[in-house]
């Protein structure tokens, strides 16, 4: 699996009582987990986790379900379904970086408010026509 272009995970996930569960990437050189809490028993409920940090682990080849973990023997039923991979958007794992300012896509230190840029705003786009319709 690349984490570095599809590292979002998502499976829907039916229990028969409120709980939590694992969903491991484990392969020849480490593993990536999450764990996701299942709060309400009984209907199908669609879980997310995004694995973009992770995008440097090579080699991942399981994937992995843990349900009840900490729990040695259960005779709950969990049942799964639709587990699809894809990629997380544009910017999943782009770590926001002090040296710009704004590049109207992924780093957007305006409206992050990170240190440095407090006396600096976004304006109103004065002329949003053409390819430019943005509202700042």
């Known amino acids: 699996m690349d984490l ?3 590292n979002l995970f998502k499976i829907q996930v039916k229990a028969a009582v409120a ?3 694992i969903l491991k990437l484990e392969g020849t050189s480490g593993f990536v987990e999450a764990t996701k809490n299942i709060a309400i028993a009984g209907e199908w409920i669609e879980y997310s986790f995004d694995f973009s940090k992770a995008a440097a682990t090579p080699n991942l080849k399981k994937i992995i379900l843990f349900f009840d973990p900490g729990v040695d023997a259960s005779a709950d039923t969990y049942l799964f379904d ?3 991979v894809s990629p997380a958007g544009p910017c999943a794992g782009v770590a926001p970086s002090a040296k710009i300012l704004d590049d ?3 780093q957007r ?3 992050y408010g990170l240190p440095g840029f407090a006396d ?3 304006v109103d786009n004065p002329d949003k026509t053409g390819i430019n319709t943005s509202t700042s």
């Open 4 to 6: 570095s272009t599809n």
């Open 19 to 21: 709980s939590a569960f």
């Open 82 to 84: 639709n587990l699809t």
């Open 104 to 106: 109207f896509e992924c």
């Open 109 to 111: 230190n305006i409206a």
């Open 120 to 122: 600096i705003s976004a």
